[in-house]
Every structure is written in C-alpha cells, then in structure tokens.
C-alpha cells in the first residue's frame, strides 16, 4: 500500500483527485489503482525510474491517452467535482482547460506569431490576439527575446526557447492546470534552468504537474512529490520530507541514487 | 591469423592486380546498365529534337505557336499547337478539379482517421483504380458516362472533353491520395500531440496543422497527378475525339496533343513528310510539358520542405 502524508490543500478544493486509476496497454497494466490528490497552485512532481507509469499517469490527466490505440483507463479523475472520464465529458474540453507540455519541444512548423495564435482560434477566441500573444509569451519569458521576429518561423529558435514557447503556446489557451511532461530532458542546463524559473512563476496562477527524471529538479522545484515505481504509487507527500525522510524503503534507495 | 587463413608469416605480399580488374569488370558491367537506360532517354530526345528540327525548318515556331488551326491534312496545311494544346489543358483542368479534392481528401482521411484495419483494406482497392488499363477506362467514358451525361445535357457531343476529364481524373486520385498520404503520414505524432493538447478537436488538427506541414509533398502530389493527365493518351483519344478545335466548352469534341498523335501513327503517314514530322513537334511539346511540370514538382518539393525536429 502506498503512503500518502498529509497534503495540504490550504482549505481550497485540489485541483485534481485520482482514485484508482489504471492505465492498461492492451493486456499490460501500466498504471496500478493510484490515488493521488493534485493541491491548486501547486507544483506537483511525479519521479521514479523509466517506465515506472508516471508519464502515462500524467496524460490520464488530460485524457491523452484517448489517442494512444490500445489504451484504456479506468478509476475516475474529478476535476471541479466531474469525473474527466464520464460518459459526456468532451476530451477537447478537457484538454483546452488542462494543457500539456511535452518532452521534446514540438512548435509547429509556422510562425512564431501563428504557433501562439492556433490554441486560442480552434477554441473561438474572440478579442485582442495580439494582446494575448504578447501577455502569454511575457508569461514563458520570452517575448523580449522575439518580440522583434514574430513572424519568423518558430524553428528559428533554440531548443529552449522552443520550449519556453512551447510553454506559452499552452498559456495562450488559458488552462488552470498545466501538464508538463519532462519539459527541460531535451536542453541544455542553461536552458533548463531558465524553464525552472519559468515554472516557479507560473504556479502563481497555475496549477502544475511535472513528470522528470532528474530529482534535483524535483527537489528545486516541486511542492510535493509522488514516487511510483512498476506502475505503483510508492508515497506522495511534501517534497521535502520525501527527500530527508520518507517513510518507505524504496522511496529512500530511489532519492539516495541506489536504483533507477 | 596468418597460419589460419592459409598464408605463411614470412610469405612476401602479394600483388593485388587479378583482383583489381575482375572489381573493375564488375563496376564497368554495372556502369553500362546504368548507363544503357541514360542512353535510350536521350536518344528519344535526340530523335524528338531532329525531326522536330526538320519540322521547325518549314513550319516557323511563331506559327506554330500562334496560329489557332490545326490541319495537318488539309490543301492548306496549318500547324498551330493551341487547339491541341488547349484540347490537354480543357481535360487536365477538368480532370484536376476532380481529382485532387478527392485524392486530398481521401489521403487526409486514410492518414488521419482510418484506422489500420480499414487502411489495410481501402489502400489496395485505390490502387487497383491505378491498375486498370487506360483503354478500359476510355470506353466507360464513351459508353457509360457520355450517355449520363446527355441525360444532362442533350446537346453533348459523343466525342466529348468532359467524359474524358472525368475518366482521366478517376485514374489519376490514386497518383494524388498516395504520394499526399505519405506526406501526411511523414509528419511527426509530436505535432498532432501538440495540437490535441491545446484542445484542437482531430478535424482541427488534420487540416490546420498536419495539411500545413506536408503541403509541399502534397502540391508536389497535384503537379505530379496534372502532369500525368496532360500526358494520357488511350482514354482520351477514345472518349475526348479527335477534332482538333479551340473551345472551352466541355461538351465538345476536343483532340488532345497525345490523342492527335495516335491518330496520326495509326495513319500511314509517310516519312520525310511534313505531317510525320509534325508528331514528333507535338511529341516534343509535350515532353517539354511534362519536363518542366516534373521540374517544377521537384522544386516545390525542395523549396517549401518542412523541416520537422
């Protein structure tokens, strides 16, 4: 059984509330019956080794997995008190409000401008574009370095600024939460850093969940922590007490570099 | 090891010359069947370009391109090539207008919506659309779709441009929908990923994100399908007709650069004459046609590349 210590939701309602969910891939269980509870404006880390479900467990968030063939969830994620996969739930609504970042930065192949301006047009946006192409790349802190080239194509950039545009591309679309999904594997520690930063300012508005490798990261920048190993949540709880002192044994060799 | 492979430690190297020159038998035997199809290709051209020459010395290019009657076999031969040219241009037009819409959106939705199994089936069936013989496709124009269309219109012609156009687009949807699936298909997951998370819904992605970046591979697709119905030749001498005129009314009898020069091989012709050469003018025309749209696809294909990541 997994132990989850106290998660402070400071009174509000979390954002997120996993109860048994199970990801399968045909006959194979990726995902064992994880409750997991996301707090608002926080930043949650999913870690633990490759192919331990954590990001599998990240895209039931936004119901990605509805285009992975074979796929199939069960349990029930609640958001605003509905069940993400109920029946009637629209997965282009749930996306649209739960955004997702992805490992390797994937602008699209056209401008700067237009990679920003495709969320809010497919979901009726109707108002000042500019205005809100300009507020979202100052959000990723990256409008003072393409403010002068927006048309340019977005392939012009770097990786990291790929990904920092990537990341104000999801913003552009206003979403409460924001999936991340390894964001910084691809970059270089410059890069990197500057995406933490990024994420530190966001979870003033937003609520994030990020999948990574790399636990230093998850200590520098998450509020909680959730350790899954084989498809199993192992223990969840304020970061820094699952760095200094978890209470399971495993989750005490993974933060120590003993496996994974 | 020296005593493994047969030779002594201290035995001297040998010379490597037999070697050489059986490596280079076989590089030259190679070279010449590469060089053989090379060969066959311009000597087509050096043929086109003598007895085009030959026509060129009694018919000026100025006529030819200008003058808007084409009667070779006439008292008072004229040799203008817009009759026939327009008679090409009337059917790939119309041949155009069907086959690219529906070849476009048959590769968005075998690429995008199918799934495996019904890909699996429909792929092959498209295919066979390209494997039936083009004279069978003619004489469904003639004796299926013209009759329809003098439901239509009682004034069509039997000869008509428009049963051909259609006939010809048929043929060419499976020229169009392959080569644009595998541009579609080409374009990485990442992207539609990337379009799904932002709450784009799967027509949103296929059309506004996918279409995008593998245009160039399409438009090359729709030059290539074009060219291909500019160059048929057995459908629409049978079901386009053979009266050489300039109109734009598909319901016409028009006569086809290619279909003119069935018509006229099929002739006794005799060589050495002006009508015999003009074939190989038309032939050339024709080649240069089809060349600069070949060209121009492969430019398209290498200026408006998508560089994915």
New interface residues.
């Given amino acids: 059984m997994a132990t989850t210590h106290d998660i402070d939701t400071d009174g509000q309602d979390p954002a997120l509330e996993a109860r048994a969910v199970s990801v399968f891939y045909g006959d194979k269980q990726a995902v064992k019956e994880i409750d997991l509870v996301i707090p608002a404006n926080k930043v949650v880390a999913l870690i633990g080794p490759s192919g331990c479900g954590k990001s599998t467990l990240l895209r039931c968030f936004n119901r990605m997995n509805d285009l992975v063939a074979g796929a199939r969830v069960e349990g029930e994620i609640n958001f605003h008190g509905t069940n993400l996969y109920q029946d009637d739930v629209d997965p282009v609504e749930v996306r649209r409000r739960i955004g997702m970042v992805f490992q390797k930065p994937n602008p699209f192949p056209k401008s700067i401008y237009n990679n920003l301006a495709f969320g809010p047009k497919v979901n009726g946006f109707k108002g000042d574009l500019d205005g809100l192409v300009e507020e979202s790349l100052k959000q990723a802190a990256l409008w003072d370095e393409v403010h002068d080239r927006l048309s340019d194509s977005a392939y012009a950039l770097s990786g990291g600024q790929q990904q920092r545009l990537c990341i104000a591309r999801t913003l552009a679309v206003k979403p409460e939460i924001v999936l991340m999904d390894e964001p910084a594997s691809a970059l270089d520690p410059i890069a990197t850093q500057r995406i933490e930063e990024l994420i530190f300012e966001l979870k003033k508005q937003y609520t994030i969940v990020i999948v990574t490798h790399n636990m230093q990261q998850a200590a520098r920048i998450s509020d909680y922590t959730a350790f899954l190993y084989m498809g199993e949540l192992v223990e969840y709880g304020p970061t820094d007490l699952l760095f200094t002192n978890p209470s399971e044994e495993r989750t005490e060799a993974y933060v120590t570099g003993r496996f994974g | 090891m020296g005593a493994e492979s047969g030779i002594p430690h201290s035995a001297p190297l040998t010379f490597r010359r037999v070697r050489d020159l059986k490596e280079r038998v076989i590089g030259w035997a190679l070279f010449s069947c590469a060089a053989l199809s090379t060969l066959i290709t311009l000597g087509i051209v050096g043929v086109l370009v003598t007895e085009s020459f030959a026509f060129f010395r009694q018919v000026s290019i100025v006529d030819f391109l200008t003058d808007r009657q084409w009667t070779p076999m006439f008292q008072d031969p004229h040799f203008g090539i817009m009759p026939l040219a327009a008679g090409s241009f009337l059917i790939a037009i119309g041949a155009a207008l069907i086959a690219l819409p529906l070849g476009l959106m048959t590769a968005i939705f075998l690429s995008e919506y199918a799934?495996?199994r019904l890909r699996g089936v429909l792929k092959p069936m498209l295919e066979i659309l390209a494997g039936i013989p083009t004279v069978v496709y003619g004489y469904f124009a003639l004796t299926f779709i013209t009759p329809l269309l003098r439901v239509v219109w009682p004034e069509t012609d039997v000869f008509n441009a428009l049963s051909a156009s259609i006939v010809v687009g048929i043929m060419i949807i499976p020229t169009v929908s392959s080569l644009s699936e595998d541009a579609l298909r080409a374009v990485?997951l990442?992207?539609?990923?990337?379009?799904?998370?932002?709450?784009?819904?799967k027509l949103?992605v296929s059309t506004?994100?996918v279409v995008?970046?593998a245009l160039s591979g399409i438009i090359a697709s729709f030059i290539l399908g074009i060219s291909r119905a500019i160059g048929e030749t057995m459908a629409v001498t049978i079901a386009a007709g053979s009266l050489a005129q300039l109109t734009m009314n598909p319901l016409e009898s028009v006569q086809t650069m290619t279909a003119y020069i069935v018509s006229a091989s099929l002739g006794d012709t005799p060589r050495g004459t002006i009508s015999y050469q003009s074939l190989f003018a038309v032939g050339m025309t024709l080649f240069i046609i089809t060349f600069m749209m070949n060209i121009l696809s492969q430019w398209v294909l290498a200026r408006f590349r998508?560089?994915?990541?």
């Fill in positions: 799934g495996d990485p990442a992207l539609r990923a990337g379009a799904y998370g932002l709450g784009a819904t949103e506004k994100v995008p970046a998508e560089e994915y990541q």
